[in-house]
């Protein structure tokens, strides 16, 4: 085994350790908030992981580009996806999303 299969192991050990940790969160958690939370890890960490494995295996070929491309996605649009999903579920619970005066205090 070379040390590059063993880095490419490593790395996508470590992304389904972090989404079987994330899927513990979600069991476990109490509130729609903290299964949001618990979600983050899985969906950002892990594809950007086997994204950085398929990189180090097709040295940047095509496949690698494109693996490179879906983890920025997930990057850059987890955190937009996950405060439009907290507001909504706000919303849905106080019927507006911006603080109260009680709320502000």
Do not use: Y
């Amino acid at each position: 085994m070379t040390g590059q299969q063993i880095l490419i192991d490593s790395l996508l050990g470590l992304a389904v350790l972090l989404a079987v940790g994330s899927v513990v969160g979600l069991i476990v958690a109490r509130d729609d908030l903290d299964r949001l939370h618990f979600i983050a890890p899985a969906s950002v960490v892990s594809p950007v992981l086997v994204a950085i494995a398929v990189v180090t295996r097709e040295a940047l070929d095509g496949r690698a580009i494109k693996a490179l491309l879906v983890g920025a996605f997930f990057l850059v649009l987890n955190p937009i996806l996950s405060q439009a999903t907290a507001r909504a579920h706000r919303v849905r619970e106080g019927g507006d999303w911006r603080l109260s005066e009680e709320e502000r205090r």
